[in-house]
């Protein structure tokens, strides 16, 4: 069973034949530094053969709120990528309700079982990082639609994140904010899920307020289907604060928003650019108006691939509670839809770029991409690498840019 | 596709192979000059690597863990089943159509007691006793969870780290009870390491840092990152280097952490760190390490550092597939030799050290690391 070989492929026997290297013509050995060279090019054995098709497996456990949007974005990143020449790509999606550590069991399945060449992982920060351990052990590639800070400070080098990070969101919200009411400091408070999703959020917010001189006078946690609102929001009203984060998945942001209204607050609301989707404004009704959120400036400028996208879109199977109907003219594309299919963009293009070679030497990313939500570029961490502006919503699901400022005509 | 690829990347190995056999007076090495003696360092040198591969009968090429038995059968974990060495050189595989639970074999300990092996996979926990294995998962006993990625084993309890908390199996009773963020002072569920000490056990947390337990007084003590959420070293050797613990080690009193951002050590009442950029350590990006005599044996994704804190030997593959060493001694320049043979792998998963050699773990196979002449510890010739 004993080699010698210190290198694969070609060196497998230099170190065995000095004593016979004489007897063979010199013109051999030119052949063999070529081959030496063909066989040193393709690296290590390959993690990840190369294949007619490609499988992206999608960890989406049922209980996301979004789990509808991200599926949706998926499959039709998919169809667009198979629209395309070059290796097919197929969807696998798992995941399942259930205890803490549910999730690392459904990567285990994709990653290893169904053989997923690369996974996405949704925007759970828990479901995520679930994700990234066992990539930490196995190198498989991981693209995140996850705006928590602590995804890619995990380290997994393999690793990038289509979603703005929260700190970035909620930094360009207080900019707007700040802008709208002239004020150079402000105080907010923060609705944030429980547990872990809402430590996490409230750490990122306080972290972007920080920087900007705001204080998040209050992070309250409000439990999925809480209808007894009046007593968690006496102490926000109390504060007085020049806004209300409504960092919230988007059909309790909806309903928050009623209630934060319904209680006389008249200050702003603000929350992150998942709010942009049809989810919101069917739980928040007219309270959505005014509404800010933070979204990549492509999401709102007409494009040939936005168009076509949007085309898609209404034009496939709707989901649950929405209506086929075209949305209005100037509505920007449900956000979370749109980050999914990029983010299969980026793994398409990964994936097939990488050929032969192990798919986690690809990273990290240093390509770009034209997305639906604009380009797909990553910084070394992979944090996506965008601006942002700040959208004000209408009630009737229209639009206004309000930051930064349009430039006058 | 692969058959061909295979194909093809073999008749070039084979070409390549017996061309070199002509040409080697072109492309040898000239021997190292003078090399250093291995036994003015305070740990053994490796003079040479021998690799296993698929070729040799490793049934994946990835190996992510091993461990060398009292017995002196050598068991390695491999993305691909259970694979045991016996002295005489033969070879046996336990997969899923034996009863491992899953074929991706992630971490190894031996019960010192009954010499029985304790496997941890993706897929739940294997005991290997006489040959048999019987398979625990969480569905059929208290296992927190089935991805198990550290087990280890003090007096009479199996310790495992899985993504959903800490398991601990008391070996007599066979009860077990779950350590987690609802019941401990553990930041995080996810245990992604665990290494039994003297008198406590710690846990490697993913974004927790290190939990230690001592189980007889069920008290908990934390060791997080004292830069928090920053992930560069402000203030450096004031704790663990980072929340997220990849491994950890444990041998007479050293306690090493490794991170995806550098290597830390505390010996009770002092820690140090090493990042890549102000140290000899091969790279930020750590994923194992071994303690053996206050040396710890470091794996990571660029190759081999061992250390005893103040002398650094890293082992690396170079872009032709060469083996580099890189001694770093304390004030002296860097002394860098060229080997014989390399790594087969400069991703190493997992590590094995004794007095006598050392085994490697990567993703392209085994390696077994033989040491230049050294003299070992005198306890050790006394043992024997």
């Known amino acids: 069973m004993r080699s010698n070989r210190s290198a694969p492929g070609g060196l497998a026997a230099i170190c065995s034949c000095h004593a016979n290297a004489g007897r063979l013509p010199r013109w051999l050995g030119i052949v063999a530094a070529v081959g030496l060279l063909a066989v040193l090019s393709q690296g290590e054995t390959p993690e990840t053969s190369q294949a007619a098709s490609f499988k992206i497996g999608l960890l989406l456990p049922p209980t996301e709120a979004d789990a509808g949007d991200i599926r949706r974005g998926a499959e039709l990143g998919v169809a667009a990528v198979n629209r395309q020449p070059g290796a097919r790509v197929e969807l696998i999606v798992r995941g399942q309700a259930g205890q803490w550590g549910s999730d690392g069991n459904e990567a285990v399945v994709l990653a290893l079982d169904d053989g997923a060449d690369a996974l996405l992982a949704p925007s759970s920060g828990a479901t995520v990082h679930q994700a990234l351990q066992v990539a930490g052990r196995t190198r498989v590639p991981v693209v995140s639609l996850c705006p928590d800070t602590s995804v890619t400070r995990a380290g997994v080098p393999w690793t990038v994140r289509v979603a703005s990070r929260t700190d970035d969101e909620a930094a360009a919200l207080f900019a707007a904010i700040k802008q709208a009411t002239g004020k150079t400091s402000l105080s907010v408070v923060a609705l944030v899920p429980p547990e872990r999703a809402g430590r996490e959020a409230g750490k990122d917010l306080q972290h972007a307020a920080r920087g900007a001189n705001v204080e998040v006078v209050q992070t309250i946690s409000v439990a999925p289907g809480d209808t007894h609102f009046t007593p968690l929001l006496q102490p926000a009203l109390a504060a007085r604060p020049d806004a209300i984060l409504l960092w919230l998945d988007a059909p309790e942001a909806g309903r928050l928003a009623r209630a934060v209204r319904a209680a006389g607050f008249a200050g702003r609301l603000a929350g992150p650019g998942g709010l942009c989707c049809p989810a919101f404004f069917r739980a928040g009704g007219g309270s959505v108006e005014g509404v800010l959120i933070p979204v990549p400036p492509a999401i709102t400028s007409p494009g040939e691939m936005r168009e076509r996208f949007q085309k898609d879109l209404v034009e496939g199977s709707p989901l649950a509670g929405e209506t086929a109907s075209r949305p209005p003219a100037n509505q920007p594309p449900n956000l979370t839809v749109a980050l999914a299919f990029d983010a299969v963009l980026v793994l398409a293009d990964v994936l097939r770029h990488a050929e032969s070679r192990p798919v986690f030497r690809e990273f990290p990313l240093t390509r770009s991409l034209s997305g639906v939500t604009g380009e797909l570029l990553f910084d070394r961490e992979g944090n996506r690498r965008v601006s942002l502006q700040v959208l004000e919503l209408r009630a009737n699901g229209s639009v206004t840019v309000v930051w930064p400022q349009p430039a006058a005509p | ?384």
Not at chain 2, 218 to 243: A, C, W
């Open chain 2, 1 to 384: 596709m692969k058959t061909k690829l295979l194909s093809e990347k073999w008749w070039m190995t084979l070409l390549t192979a017996a061309g070199l056999l002509s040409a080697v007076n072109v492309f040898a090495d000239p021997p190292a000059a003078n090399p250093s003696p291995a036994s003015a360092l305070p740990f053994p040198l490796i003079e040479r690597f021998e690799n296993y591969t698929e070729k040799d009968g490793l049934p994946a090429h990835k190996a992510h863990a091993v461990l060398k038995a009292s017995d002196g059968r050598l068991w390695v974990g491999t993305y691909n089943g259970l694979l045991v060495r016996a002295q005489d050189g033969t070879y046996h595989r336990y997969g899923p159509e034996d009863g491992l639970s899953h074929k991706m074999v992630m971490c190894l300990v031996e019960d010192p007691q009954t010499g029985d092996i304790w496997a941890g996979t993706m897929r739940g926990l294997n005991r290997v006793s006489g040959g048999r294995i019987t398979a625990y998962y969480q569905t059929d006993s208290g296992l927190p969870n089935n991805v198990v990625y550290g087990v280890g084993i003090r007096e009479d309890v199996l310790w495992v780290a899985t993504a959903a908390g800490a398991g601990a199996l008391n070996l007599k009773t066979g009860s077990w009870k779950i350590y987690d963020h609802n019941n401990s002072i553990m930041h995080e569920p996810w245990c992604y390491s665990i290494a039994c000490a003297k008198d406590v056990v710690y846990i490697g947390v993913w974004g927790g840092g290190i939990v230690e337990h001592d189980p007889k007084l069920g008290t908990f003590k934390e060791y997080r990152d004292p830069d928090g959420d920053f992930q560069y070293i402000l203030v450096p050797d004031s704790g663990p280097i980072n929340d997220i613990t990849s491994w950890v080690a444990w041998d007479d009193g050293v306690l090493w952490q490794a991170t995806y951002f550098g290597l830390a050590r505390y010996d009770g009442a002092r820690w140090r760190t090493w990042v890549a950029a102000k140290s000899p350590l091969a790279s930020d990006f750590v994923n194992f390490v071994w303690s053996h005599r206050h040396v710890g044996w470091v794996g990571t994704d660029r190759g081999v550092s061992v250390t005893d804190g103040s002398t650094w030997v890293n082992y690396l593959v170079g872009e032709h597939g060469e083996g580099l060493m890189e001694i770093h001694r304390p004030n002296q320049p860097v002394e860098k030799r060229t080997m014989t043979t390399a790594l087969p792998n400069s991703f190493v998963l997992g590590i094995y050290v004794d007095d006598d050699d050392v085994w490697f773990a990567t993703s392209n196979g085994l390696s077994h690391g033989v040491f230049a002449p050294h003299s070992k510890p005198a306890t050790v010739a006394e043992a024997r």
